[in-house]
């Protein structure tokens, strides 16, 4: 299966970096590149991409607006960044990970592939960043809807069925895990899976 990808970026040597690390990578297909956030919607609904990789400030509408534009449109959306300082609000917006432009191409590779999955891709410094951000008192405890949704989640289900298991939305499903995520000071689905078991958050018996 090829996932069709779609570049917005202000900057066009930027783009053209992108689609040469990417263009030939099996399994991947550029299909279009935009230059602001608004030529991001339209190609988007033109295109049909799975995969957005979105840069957040552009002239013009933002990458962030964007993101909010095409939340639940169809595409996945990657953020791909300079800055580690708008991670909540483009989460929050709707996107599926958070990269900066240091990334090396195999890592952004995975990431393309691992968004297209549905799974939550974030670059250290960005996990930090939300860390902080969310952090609170009882870093480390969880809410009992955090809870339900990281036991489904070790259970194997999808943020989808989670959604469908809570009669929540995946957004919701999306934003619980990040919270989880920063409280077990975890990067991914596995990791805070094992780290609860560690912790006795979760239970060989539920």
Excluded: C, W
Aim: glycine share 8%.
């Amino acid at each position: 299966m090829t996932v069709r990808l779609l570049i917005a970026d202000d900057h066009p040597i930027v783009r053209d970096g992108l689609r040469a690390a990417l263009g030939s990578r099996p399994g991947l297909e550029i299909v279009g590149e935009a230059a602001d956030g608004e030529q991001a919607v339209r190609l988007s609904a033109e295109l049909r991409p799975d995969v957005v990789l979105m840069d957040l400030r552009m002239p013009g509408m933002d990458g962030v607006a964007a993101i909010r534009r095409l939340h639940g449109t169809g595409p996945r959306v990657l953020v791909l960044t300079t800055f580690d300082t708008d991670v909540l609000p483009a989460l929050e917006a709707g996107a599926s990970g958070y990269l900066l432009k240091d990334a090396p191409p195999e890592e952004l590779e995975r990431a393309v592939l691992a968004t297209h999955r549905g799974e939550t891709v974030l670059a250290p410094a960005a996990a930090g960043r939300l860390a902080a951000q969310v952090r609170k008192p009882s870093r480390g405890t969880l809410s009992a809807r955090e809870l339900e949704v990281l036991r489904l989640v070790a259970g194997g289900a999808t943020n989808k069925e989670a959604a469908a298991r809570l009669f929540i939305s995946e957004a919701s499903v999306k934003t619980h895990l990040l919270h989880v995520y920063a409280k077990l000071d975890v990067r991914d689905r596995a990791a805070a899976v094992s780290e609860a078991y560690r912790r006795g958050l979760l239970t060989a018996h539920g």
